[in-house]
């Protein structure tokens, strides 16, 4: 219920306060895991991204969120569920995989942070673990332009495709090779590949 009434807000102020353009609508499959995997650039893009997706989204977000407990419920309300970064959460590993186990949509932001810049960084390999045992779709979305008020926002968002598994699944240096492929998919949409 929290989930649709932000969403419903957001999507209010954001259509006022940006001029929101969505490009590939028709892109996001109506049932079935998915997996989407964006470009990050603001604290905004999980909800941004949920007010252009006829879905519910479950994130991953950083641990440290889930400390102050009211916080903690609002993540937990909206989907999200917390992920220690910079190393391999098999928690939230699970979690995704069960997530997707009953058919629900992931939102994942490869990079792991957030660009300050806006540039593509370098992804982190769980992405590619993920998609790899749970053998769900990857769906690719670009958000472009600033946060800037009255200033457009382009969420694009491409065709879903697969990793292919006939690769060998756990070599460190594949997974990173599936994950950067991601990211690519993801920066065609943004034009910079």
Do not use: Q
């Given at each position: 219920m929290l989930y649709v009434s932000?969403?419903?807000?957001?999507?209010?102020?954001?259509?006022?306060?940006?001029?929101?353009?969505?490009?590939?609508?028709?892109?996001?499959?109506?049932?079935?895991?998915?997996?989407?995997?964006?470009n990050h650039i603001s604290w905004l893009d999980p909800i941004i991204i949920a007010c252009t997706v006829n879905r519910k989204l479950h994130y991953m977000a950083k641990s440290e969120l889930f400390h102050n407990p009211f916080l903690r419920y609002i993540f937990n309300s909206l989907g999200a569920f917390p992920v220690k970064r910079k190393r391999?959460?098999?928690?939230?590993?699970?979690?995704?995989?069960?997530?997707?186990?009953?058919?629900?949509?992931?939102?994942?932001?490869p990079e792991g942070t957030r660009s300050k810049t806006g540039?593509?960084?370098?992804?982190?390999?769980?992405?590619?673990?993920?998609?790899?045992?749970?053998?769900?779709?990857?769906?690719?979305?670009?958000?472009?332009?600033?946060?800037k008020l009255f200033h457009p926002i382009t969420i694009i968002i491409g065709k879903p495709f697969y990793i292919d598994e006939s690769v060998e699944r756990k070599a460190s240096k594949t997974l990173q090779c599936h994950s950067n492929k991601i990211m690519q998919n993801i920066g065609r949409l943004l034009g910079t590949n």
């Open positions: 932000v969403k419903t807000v957001f999507s209010i102020v954001f259509r006022i306060l940006f001029k929101l353009e969505v490009i590939g609508r028709e892109n996001v499959p109506e049932d079935g895991p998915l997996i989407l995997c964006s391999a959460d098999r928690k939230a590993i699970r979690k995704s995989l069960e997530l997707l186990d009953k058919g629900e949509v992931l939102g994942l932001f540039k593509l960084l370098k992804p982190e390999p769980g992405v590619a673990l993920i998609a790899l045992k749970s053998n769900s779709p990857i769906l690719p979305v670009a958000i472009k332009g600033p946060y």
